[in-house]
């Protein structure tokens, strides 16, 4: 099994940058992908980035491409997501998944996920 765990969530003004941080631990070697996801109340869940475990190959929602920057650690039981210029449509709860099978923006599969990080970004 794996646990997952983020911090760094906090608040901010537009225009601030934020880095969040996503730590595994357990049988981290089974990893394929870490992914960050989002969450607004009454809004579907939203898919911000993913990185490759061990190629440290990334992708990016449309929303966040040129702002957030995805990478890991050399032992790769850290990834962090450095989320630049940030806007009050950012707010959310920031929460990090991993998966063993796929390198994929959808969120059925990843197999475990943190609680959450909360970030406000105000105007």
């Known amino acids: 099994q794996v646990q997952v765990k983020e911090n760094g969530g906090g608040s901010v003004q537009a225009g601030d940058s934020l880095t969040l941080s996503c730590v595994f631990s357990?049988?981290?070697?089974?990893?394929?992908?870490v992914a960050w996801f989002r969450q607004v109340p009454g809004k579907e869940r939203e898919f911000v980035g993913e990185?490759?475990?061990?190629?440290?190959?990334?992708g990016y929602a449309d929303s966040v491409r040129d702002r957030f920057i995805l990478s890991r650690d050399k032992g790769q039981r850290t990834v962090w997501l450095q989320m630049n210029s940030l806007q009050p449509e950012d707010t959310a709860v920031y929460i990090c998944?991993?998966?063993?099978?796929?390198?994929?923006?959808?969120?059925?599969?990843?197999?475990?996920w943190g609680q959450g990080t909360p970030v406000t970004v105000s105007s």
């Open positions: 357990g049988e981290t070697e089974i990893l394929l992908a």
């Open positions: 990185i490759s475990k061990n190629t440290g190959r990334t």
């Open positions: 998944a991993a998966s063993k099978y796929y390198f994929s923006n959808n969120s059925r599969d990843y197999q475990w």
